[in-house]
């Protein structure tokens, strides 16, 4: 059972910086593969990924909402317990509940798929709230 708590939400204008935390719980690397990374929901939508990282080469992945404006910093070995999620030129549509995940995978190509779906993770954190106001 990996267990993952964010931080890091907050209310920040157009145009601004966020960076999220999600501290991983019961993971150390001999545990196999895996995927991490970030989700997120807005009111009435779907949840959709966001970022993920492939524990194994560190490879990140994003979707095309975050390319550019988003960096994920992947664990890099196993002194670290924290991930993180640069949110640079934030807009309005970024608002959203942000969850972080991590779910057991076999290669990064698995990564770029999970991130197209919206409830596959093994793992959830149970949120952080960001809300951008115009």
């Known amino acids: 059972q990996v267990d993952l708590v964010e931080s890091g939400g907050g209310s920040v204008q157009a145009g601004g910086s966020l960076r999220l935390s999600c501290e991983v719980g019961n993971y150390y690397s001999g545990l196999g593969h895996y995927c991490m990374g970030w989700f997120r929901q807005a009111a009435g939508k779907e949840r959709e990924g966001v970022a993920l990282f492939f524990t194994s080469t560190g490879g990140t992945f994003y979707a095309d909402s975050a390319k550019g404006r988003f960096t994920i910093s992947p664990l890099v070995d196993d002194d670290e317990s924290t991930f993180y999620l640069q949110m640079n030129s934030l807009k309005p549509e970024d608002t959203a509940m942000y969850y972080c995940?991590?779910?057991?995978?076999?290669?990064?190509?698995?990564?770029?798929?999970?991130?197209?779906?919206?409830?596959?993770?093994?793992?959830w954190g149970k949120g952080t709230l960001v809300t951008i106001s115009s």
């Open positions: 995940a991590a779910s057991r995978a076999n290669s990064g190509d698995t990564c770029r798929k999970l991130l197209l779906q919206n409830n596959s993770m093994n793992y």
